[in-house]
């Protein structure tokens, strides 16, 4: 929904796209050959067959963009495990196995998406202990424990995904409504690692814990910085959720569910390929899983401080290129928990430059290559100290493959350029 997107969810979710040949269209102006960097791959383009635009990804992980492009290795392993059959359920326990030491937590599950890791996490509170439980969700939920505790700001458009599992949420806004909402009925609290922050986390996992009932975080957006990937559960969150196709770029399918081990089992049992599950609908494939365990080797193996450092260095070679443009200023701008890499922030004086910001980002979306501009651009403040409205753009850059930047710099200063002449 790139047009509605809310003040919170401006630098919240995740997205990127496969570079176009559209780079060679740049040729003549002083550009590397961005297109020619990426490797050759055999077969049809079925973008092209289909007439599917792919574009310049200067937005971020945007569901709706396809969130990311997956790195050479992790490519060349879905492409190796789509060349044999295995036995899904060995492939998915030797996955969740190799997974769960890798990211220090007793236990881990492929999903499909952090939405689905959201119902089958939710699925499993309800159901451990009790395998017969699982055919009752979502319908026959009279004789089971129904009640998630959650604050009233942590209500989001992920909901869906945990109502799911016939469950019913029950608002708090303090601690102590948090510590008296609890009952016989309630099978789980669940928290937004990046909504507002009206109860800790410390004591939200403390009151969880004391009244018996796990805690779920939805954390889908918040790698970088790569130590979140156990940060949570280390706190004591026993079920946690990272999208596997925002910042660990894995299959955009695919998520993963982390956290306590009987709970991840109970999760299993509730998800695809069992058949009469809630989760059956929720298939992960062979290449999914293996793509996603791809993923999180390479994303172990990259550095927090070298990825800022390079996302920062694209952003500063955008700003540089606009300087000539009256008025523009810029600022590099990290957002504090989901999507915590610098973006490029661009404002200007709109009597002088007479553009809206949302016109910019249409005119970005219609040139040769495509480009696609964060949809917080031409919006409201995208958080405390940073400016906002119609004469702010907002630039990704950390799902941009090498050289695009310099495209994007280009293509922003010649429309911006050409509203100060006119
Ligand atoms: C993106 C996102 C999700 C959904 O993730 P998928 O992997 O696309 O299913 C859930 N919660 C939050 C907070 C998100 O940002």
Redesign the pocket.
């Known amino acids: 929904m790139p047009g509605t997107i809310s003040r919170r969810k401006l630098l ?3 997205g990127q796209a496969i570079i176009a040949g559209g780079a060679a269209v740049c040729a003549g102006s002083a550009l590397p050959a961005v297109a020619a960097s990426r490797p050759k791959v055999k077969g049809v383009d079925y973008y092209q067959k289909l007439g599917v635009a792919t574009f310049i990804n200067a937005a971020g992980t945007y ?1 709706t963009l396809t ?1 990311s492009t997956m790195p050479d290795e992790v490519q060349a392993a879905v492409a190796l495990a789509a060349l044999h059959p295995v036995h899904l359920i060995e492939l998915h326990e030797a996955a969740g196995q190799y997974l769960a030491k890798r990211l220090r937590c007793e236990g881990a599950l492929v999903t499909a ?4 890791a ?1 119902t089958l996490g939710t699925a499993a509170c309800v159901t451990a202990g009790n395998d017969a439980d699982i055919l009752s969700i979502p319908t026959d939920m009279n004789s089971l424990k129904n009640e998630v505790i959650v604050q009233k700001s942590h209500r ?1 458009d ?1 909901d869906h995904a945990v109502r799911n599992c016939g469950v019913r949420f029950v608002e708090v806004e303090t601690l102590e409504q948090y510590e008296q909402a609890f009952n016989e009925r309630t099978v789980m609290t669940h928290f ?1 690692n ?1 909504g507002e922050e009206h109860i800790s986390r410390e004591d939200w996992v403390r009151v969880a814990h004391k009244h018996g009932v796990p805690c779920f975080n ?1 954390a ?2 918040d790698v970088p910085p790569i130590s979140n990937l156990w940060n949570y559960t280390q706190m004591g969150f026993d079920l946690v ?1 990272f ?4 910042g660990l770029r894995g299959p955009q399918c695919t ?1 993963l569910l982390l956290g306590r081990k009987d709970l991840i089992e109970a999760a299993r049992k509730n998800n695809s390929p069992n058949s009469n599950t809630v989760g059956r609908g929720m298939k992960v494939a062979k290449e999914e899983i293996v793509g996603l365990v791809a993923a999180v080797d390479w994303f172990l193996a990259q550095d927090d401080a070298a990825m800022e450092a390079e996302y920062r260095q694209r952003a500063e070679r955008i700003a540089g290129a606009l300087k000539s443009v009256p008025t523009v200023q810029t600022q590099i701008f990290i957002p504090a928990v ?1 999507n915590h890499v610098p973006h490029l922030v661009i404002t200007y004086d709109q009597s002088r430059v007479k553009i809206a910001a949302k016109e910019v980002m249409e005119k970005m979306r219609q040139g040769t290559p495509r480009i696609e501009l964060n949809p917080g651009t031409g919006g409201p403040p995208a958080s405390a100290g940073l400016p906002g409205g119609s004469n702010t753009i907002v630039v990704g850059v950390w799902m941009m493959q090498p050289g695009e930047d310099l495209i994007v710099a280009k293509r922003l200063r010649d429309v911006l350029q050409g509203a100060a002449a006119a």
């Open positions: 919240r979710t995740g569901t969130a998406g952090a939405a689905s959201l989001y992920y937004f990046a939805d889908a957006a959720t999208s596997g196709g925002k998520g989901a």
